[in-house]
C-alpha cells in the first residue's frame, strides 16, 4: 500500500533515510542540504531511527566518519552539498577505492565563488571521476525512489561502489510535491538486512582497509574498480526492475521519453527533464517529432545505449547544468559526443549550457532549443555549437 | 499554464507566505489533487520583499521552473503594491487578493488596472485580534480558497491542525482557525 505524501525533496530524501534506517549517519549543515539533515535529526530524537548520528566539525569529517563505520561493516549515509562536497574530495574518492556502499544524498549547488546557493550541477559533476555512481533526480518522487534503490545497488557484491543520489538544490529539495512512499514494513523489506562482505570487525575474516598500495599492486585495484563499475548497470536495472514490480515506477539506466521516432531530440539531467517532458507534450500535439532522452545514471554512463537511443534522431540539443572549463562544452555534451564516435553518426550536436548558479529554465527556454534545433537537420554540426540559454552577453 | 492553477504570492520576509505557499499545497493533496509549492529563496532578511509559489493540478506536475503567468496573485503586504509588479504576468481575468484595510477601488487605482478581479482583506487585523500576532499567512489562505473555490474550508482548516499540532500552545492552533474561518466569511470584491 503507497501512502501519498506532499513533501519538499529534503523531506522526501530524510524518509526514505528514516526508513532505511542506517546504522551510522555523520552529517555537517549546508545549504541546501540542512533540511535533509534537519529532518533526519527529528526522526533521531525522536527515536524514529536507531542510527547513531555523529555530528561532526566538517564535511571532510563527515565523509570520513561515514567512511571508517563503513569499513566497521555498518550501513552508513551522509549527505552533503556543493562546498561541502568540495571539502570531502579526499574521502570521496577513498570510499570509492575501498568499495564500500555508501549513499550520499547530494543536494546540487552551485560551487563558489561567487558564493552563490542555488542549483547547478558543477559539484556532482566534478566528482564524476571519483568512483562514485551517480543517480540524477528529476523530482522529490525519484529522490525518494533513488534513495531506496542505492542501498541494493551499493551493497550489490558484484558492485560494492558508493552511490551519490542527486537532486537539484531548491527546485526539488525546497519545492512541496506530491509523492506516493512506501509503508515501513515494506521498506525495510525491500532494503534488507545489511551483511557487510568485508568487516574491519569481523575478527574470523580479518582485512585490511587503505593500506600502502604502491607500484606492486594499485593499478590492480583501480582495475577491480572499474570492474565494479563495470558490473553496475546490469545491477542498476535489475533494481529499478524489482522496484517497478513493488511500486509500479520500474527505472532504468536512461529514460526516453517519446524519442522512438522523435527528429529532434534533447538530453538533459534533473528537475529540467521535467520541465522538457511538458515542453514536449505540447510540441507533439503541434505535431512536431521531438523527444527527451533523460540520463537517470551518469556514471555508469552508458555509451552504447546512448548511441542506439539517439540513432534515429536529425538534430540533438545537450543540455548541461555546468562549465568544464577549457574543455570543448559541459560534461554531459563531451559524454554524449564520445557515445556517438564510431556510431555512424554525422548528427548535428548543440551543446546548451544553462541555469548556472540557480538560473531559472523556462519552457520558453526549451521550446526555444527545439526551435534552434528545427533548422539543423541535414547540415553538420554548426560553428556555435556550445551556446547558453538566458544569459545576458 | 494549461490544466495547471498557477498562484504567485507576494510577501516581506516574516510574514509567512513560504508557509502559506506550501500549505495551500499541502492542503490540495490532501484533496486528492496534484501540487507544488516553492518559495523563491534570495538573501532572506526580515521585511525584504519575497515571492512564493503553488501549482495545483488534476494531473501529476512535472514542471520545475518558476512561475510566469499565475492566475492569482496574493498579497500579504500592501506595502508592496507600489513597490513590485504585483500583477505582472497575470491574465486580464486574472485575480489579485490584497491583504489591507484599503478598499478594492481603492488598490485597483493604485494598481492602475481596469480588469483583473481584486478582492481584499484585513488579513492582519484579523490576525492580531485572533492568533495575537501580525502574522497574515493563514487569514489569506481562508480568504483565498473563499474567492477561488479551490479547496473545502475544513481541507485547509485540517492541513493547519497539522502544521500547529507539534510545538504550539492549543490556543495558537485554535487562533489560526477562527482567523481563518473570520477571513473566509469576510473577503470582499470591489
Same mark, same amino acid.
Given at each position: 500500500m503507497a501512502r501519498r505524501l506532499t513533501l519538499t525533496?529534503?523531506?522526501?530524501?530524510?524518509?526514505?533515510?528514516?526508513?532505511?534506517?542506517?546504522?551510522?549517519?555523520?552529517?555537517?549543515?549546508?545549504?541546501?542540504?540542512?533540511?535533509?539533515?534537519?529532518?533526519?535529526?527529528?526522526?533521531?530524537?525522536?527515536?524514529?531511527?536507531?542510527?547513531?548520528?555523529?555530528?561532526?566539525?566538517s564535511e571532510h569529517s563527515a565523509m570520513s566518519a561515514t567512511v571508517g563505520a563503513a569499513a566497521a561493516g555498518a550501513r552508513a549515509m551522509t549527505a552533503t552539498s556543493a562546498n561541502g562536497l568540495a571539502l570531502m574530495w579526499e574521502i570521496v574518492y577513498i570510499a570509492a577505492s575501498y568499495r564500500l556502499p555508501i549513499v550520499m544524498p547530494v543536494i546540487n549547488r552551485a560551487l563558489s565563488g561567487p558564493i552563490n546557493i542555488h542549483c547547478d550541477h558543477s559539484d556532482t559533476m566534478g566528482c564524476r571521476d571519483s568512483g562514485w555512481i551517480q543517480l540524477y533526480s528529476e523530482g522529490a518522487q525519484e529522490v525518494y525512489d533513488n534513495l531506496l534503490q542505492a542501498v541494493r545497488i551499493a551493497e550489490d557484491p558484484d558492485v560494492l561502489l558508493p552511490v551519490m543520489v542527486t537532486f537539484d538544490g531548491f527546485i526539488i529539495s525546497h519545492t512541496a510535491e506530491v509523492l506516493d512512499a512506501l509503508e515501513d514494513a515494506e521498506a525495510r523489506k525491500w532494503v534488507g538486512e545489511y551483511l557487510p562482505k568485508y568487516s574491519l570487525l569481523n575478527t574470523e575474516d580479518p582485512v585490511t582497509f587503505g593500506p600502502l598500495d604502491l607500484q606492486d599492486y594499485y593499478f590492480e585495484h583501480k582495475r577491480q574498480q572499474v570492474e565494479g563499475m563495470r558490473a553496475a548497470p546490469d545491477v542498476i536495472r535489475r533494481v529499478g526492475r524489482e522496484y517497478g514490480e513493488l511500486t509500479g515506477r520500474p527505472y532504468d539506466l536512461l529514460e526516453r521519453y517519446r524519442t522512438d521516432d522523435a527528429d529532434l531530440v534533447i538530453i538533459a539531467l534533473g528537475s529540467t527533464c521535467g520541465t522538457a517532458k511538458t515542453v514536449v507534450d505540447w510540441m507533439r500535439d503541434e505535431g512536431k517529432k521531438v523527444g527527451l532522452l533523460k540520463i537517470r545514471a551518469f556514471r555508469p554512463f552508458q555509451e552504447k545505449e546512448v548511441a542506439e537511443s539517439l540513432k534515429g534522431a536529425q538534430a540533438i540539443g545537450v543540455l548541461d547544468r555546468s562549465i568544464s572549463f577549457g574543455a570543448p562544452g559541459g560534461p554531459v555534451h563531451k559524454e554524449i559526443r564520445a557515445a556517438l564516435y564510431g556510431a555512424d553518426c554525422d548528427t548535428p550536436i548543440v551543446n546548451y549550457i544553462y541555469g548556472l548558479g540557480g538560473r531559472d529554465i523556462s519552457t520558453d527556454h526549451i521550446r526555444t532549443v527545439f526551435e534552434e534545433l528545427e533548422k539543423l537537420p541535414g547540415s553538420p554540426t554548426p560553428e556555435d555549437n556550445i551556446r547558453f540559454i538566458g544569459l545576458r552577453e | 499554464m494549461a490544466g495547471i492553477l498557477e498562484i504567485r504570492w507576494h510577501a516581506r520576509g516574516g510574514q509567512g507566505a513560504k508557509t502559506a505557499s506550501l500549505l495551500l499545497a499541502q492542503a490540495a493533496a490532501m484533496e486528492g489533487k496534484y501540487s507544488q509549492g516553492f518559495p523563491e529563496y534570495g538573501p532572506e532578511r526580515m521585511g525584504a520583499p519575497m515571492r512564493g509559489f503553488t501549482r495545483i493540478s488534476e494531473e501529476p506536475i512535472r514542471l520545475h521552473c518558476a512561475i510566469y503567468s499565475p492566475e492569482i496573485v496574493v498579497v500579504l503586504d500592501d506595502t508592496l503594491l507600489s513597490a513590485v509588479d504585483i500583477a505582472g504576468g497575470t491574465p486580464d481575468d486574472g485575480i489579485i487578493l490584497v491583504n489591507t484595510v484599503k478598499s478594492a477601488d481603492d488598490v485597483r487605482k493604485e494598481l492602475d488596472l481596469k480588469d483583473r478581479k481584486i478582492f481584499v482583506i484585513d488579513a492582519t487585523g484579523i490576525a492580531i485580534e485572533e492568533i495575537g500576532r501580525p502574522i497574515p499567512n493563514s487569514p489569506m489562505l481562508g480568504a483565498l480558497i473563499k474567492i477561488t473555490?479551490?479547496?473545502?474550508?475544513?481541507?485547509?482548516?485540517? *492541513?493547519?491542525?497539522?502544521?500547529?499540532?507539534?510545538?504550539? &500552545?492549543? *490556543?495558537?492552533? *485554535?487562533?489560526?482557525?477562527?482567523?481563518?474561518? &473570520?477571513?473566509? *466569511?469576510?473577503?470582499?470584491?470591489?
Open positions: 525533496g529534503n523531506d522526501a530524501g530524510a524518509e526514505a533515510m528514516r526508513q532505511i534506517d542506517p546504522d551510522v549517519v555523520a552529517a555537517f549543515p549546508i545549504t541546501p542540504q540542512t533540511e535533509l539533515m534537519h529532518k533526519f535529526a527529528e526522526h533521531v530524537a525522536d527515536g524514529d531511527v536507531k542510527a547513531e548520528f555523529v555530528l561532526v566539525e | 473555490g479551490l479547496l473545502s474550508l475544513d481541507a485547509v482548516i485540517n *492541513e493547519i491542525k497539522k502544521k500547529f499540532s507539534h510545538g504550539f &500552545r492549543p *490556543e495558537v492552533l *485554535e487562533g489560526n482557525v477562527r482567523a481563518i474561518t &473570520r477571513a473566509y *466569511e469576510e473577503v470582499k470584491e470591489a
